[in-house]
């Protein structure tokens, strides 16, 4: 079938009123930014619908398939373009495109009219119909069903003809960019790509912030998290990655403060500074990959340990989420293959062999007064010598 432009449904976005302009903005923006390098496409906004039009010849699968990327979208329908607007013309494309699409196999179909200019001759219904008729009586093995057809086989009149029938779904979600920007503390798990993710697809602009333990933890598992937000800015747009290096905070807690209680300490100062970055960065919230009982610094408590710290809100898409479900998501944006390889992350070298699993707060806190002497020092150094990446999608 030759395609030669697309029309784009999106569902939400169409009920924000008179904001309803600045979400349609911001999705075409975004649409032009993903395809822009697989061809010249003109991008317009019309009735509520926005059309993408190629304008030289480009790899179909290729634009879907990064349309398909594009939250804000609920539908990609590939539609054919007839420039004449009349009867004769309709007819011909509409027998045209069924033949190419669907050729003589059985099926059943109906005919969608939709009447955007009221200047055409006919009325909807008569267009319907007399498509209808005259596909019938090229395809002897259709059948007409009103009520549930297989195939609906859509006409748009405007100041061109728009035909199509199929809708490719599309990520859904709200446009990025319409919904400000949060900090996601990215590791190289399974599932904080998947949590970046998720509160993106909300319209979320997104930064990064990774602890990093040379030389406990190599160069290579430094690159998988750099991968990792490579692949979720496919969505998300380019990341600002902020790497920093944690190893004098980490040995310090290993030196002072109980061992059973080095996870929830060490998770402690993670947010202090994710948030610390946060507010530096015009970030209005955090984002993990926590989720409840997952592991022990994930129970009831260790999660209100860890978020005692926090003054923003902290955002854990994944929170009430079984591993398999998490793992499913992070298959179907492409970051489970990555996210399993083998390399260490800082959490993994310095864990007790028995950790808590119901930490005390009160007693938490006295544990970290043993830090008071140097961590100071050790958390401005580390602020001080963040190395920051900026990340964006190229495929
Ligand atoms: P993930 O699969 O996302 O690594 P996890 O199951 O390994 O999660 P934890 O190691 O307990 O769980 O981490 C919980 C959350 O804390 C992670 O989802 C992530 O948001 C954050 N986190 C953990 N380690 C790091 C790190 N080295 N750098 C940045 N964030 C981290
Ligand atoms: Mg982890």
């Given at each position: 079938?030759?395609?030669?432009?697309?029309?784009?449904?999106?569902?939400?976005?169409?009920?924000?009123?008179?904001?309803?302009?600045?979400?349609?903005?911001?999705?075409?923006?975004?649409?032009?930014?993903?395809?822009?390098?697989?061809?010249?496409?003109?991008?317009?906004?019309?009735?509520?619908?926005?059309?993408?039009?190629?304008?030289?010849?480009?790899?179909?699968?290729?634009?879907?398939?990064?349309?398909?990327?594009?939250?804000?979208?609920?539908?990609?329908?590939?539609?054919?373009?007839?420039?004449?607007?009349?009867?004769?013309?309709?007819?011909?494309?509409?027998?045209?495109?069924?033949?190419?699409?669907?050729?003589?196999?059985?099926?059943?179909?109906?005919?969608?009219?939709?009447?955007?200019?009221?200047?055409?001759?006919?009325?909807?219904?008569?267009?319907?119909?007399?498509?209808?008729?005259?596909?019938?009586?090229?395809?002897?093995?259709?059948?007409?069903?009103?009520?549930?057809?297989?195939?609906?086989?859509?006409?748009?009149?405007?100041?061109?003809?728009?035909?199509?029938?199929?809708?490719?779904?599309?990520?859904?979600?709200?446009?990025?960019?319409?919904?400000?920007?949060?900090?996601?503390?990215?590791?190289?798990?399974?599932?904080?790509?998947?949590?970046?993710?998720?509160?993106?697809?909300?319209?979320?602009?997104?930064?990064?912030?990774?602890?990093?333990?040379?030389?406990?933890?190599?160069?290579?598992?430094?690159?998988?998290?750099?991968?990792?937000?490579?692949?979720?800015?496919?969505?998300?747009?380019?990341?600002?990655?902020?790497?920093?290096?944690?190893?004098?905070?980490?040995?310090?807690?290993?030196?002072?403060?109980?061992?059973?209680?080095?996870?929830?300490?060490?998770?402690?100062?993670?947010?202090?500074?994710?948030?610390?970055?946060?507010?530096?960065?015009?970030?209005?919230?955090?984002?993990?990959?926590?989720?409840?009982?997952?592991?022990?610094?994930?129970?009831?408590?260790?999660?209100?340990?860890?978020?005692?710290?926090?003054?923003?809100?902290?955002?854990?898409?994944?929170?009430?989420?079984?591993?398999?479900?998490?793992?499913?998501?992070?298959?179907?944006?492409?970051?489970?293959?990555?996210?399993?390889?083998?390399?260490?992350?800082?959490?993994?070298?310095?864990?007790?062999?028995?950790?808590?699993?119901?930490?005390?707060?009160?007693?938490?806190?006295?544990?970290?007064?043993?830090?008071?002497?140097?961590?100071?020092d050790l958390y401005n150094r580390a602020i001080e010598t963040i190395e920051v990446v900026y990340v964006k999608n190229e495929d």
């Open positions: 079938m030759d395609y030669k432009a697309f029309m784009i449904k999106y569902a939400e976005i169409g009920t924000k009123g008179k904001n309803r302009y600045v979400f349609e903005d911001v999705l075409c923006s975004r649409i032009k930014e993903h395809i822009d390098g697989l061809g010249d496409f003109a991008i317009r906004r019309e009735y509520g619908r926005i059309y993408i039009e190629a304008l030289a010849d480009f790899d179909y699968e290729d634009v879907v398939n990064e349309l398909k990327k594009v939250f804000g979208i609920v539908g990609i329908c590939p539609i054919v373009v007839e420039e004449k607007v009349e009867f004769d013309a309709i007819r011909d494309k509409s027998i045209e495109y069924m033949k190419e699409r669907y050729g003589n196999k059985e099926l059943t179909f109906k005919v969608y009219t939709r009447r955007a200019d009221k200047s055409f001759p006919m009325e909807s219904m008569e267009v319907n119909s007399e498509v209808g008729h005259y596909i019938l009586e090229q395809f002897p093995e259709y059948k007409v069903d009103v009520h549930n057809p297989d195939v609906m086989l859509t006409i748009e009149i405007r100041e061109r003809i728009y035909i199509y029938s199929e809708i490719i779904k599309g990520a859904g979600g709200l446009p990025v960019g319409t919904n400000g920007k949060a900090m996601l503390l990215l590791s190289g798990g399974i599932d904080s790509p998947v949590a970046g993710y998720m509160i993106s697809k909300r319209g979320v602009e997104l930064e990064a912030v990774y602890f990093n333990a040379p030389p406990y933890t190599s160069e290579r598992a430094k690159q998988k998290v750099i991968d990792l937000a490579k692949i979720v800015s496919g969505y998300s747009g380019p990341i600002k990655l902020h790497i920093v290096n944690f190893t004098d905070i980490q040995l310090a807690i290993y030196e002072k403060c109980p061992h059973d209680e080095l996870t929830i300490i060490m998770r402690r100062y993670m947010m202090r500074i994710a948030e610390h970055l946060a507010n530096n960065n015009g970030c209005h919230a955090l984002i993990t990959g926590e989720s409840i009982g997952q592991v022990a610094s994930q129970t009831m408590q260790s999660l209100y340990c860890t978020n005692e710290v926090c003054n923003i809100p902290v955002f854990r898409p994944c929170i009430g989420m079984d591993k398999q479900d998490i793992i499913d998501i992070s298959e179907m944006i492409d970051t489970y293959e990555t996210s399993i390889l083998p390399y260490e992350d800082c959490c993994t070298i310095f864990v007790a062999k028995h950790p808590v699993t119901k930490p005390n707060l009160d007693i938490i806190k006295r544990s970290e007064t043993k830090l008071d002497d140097v961590i100071e």
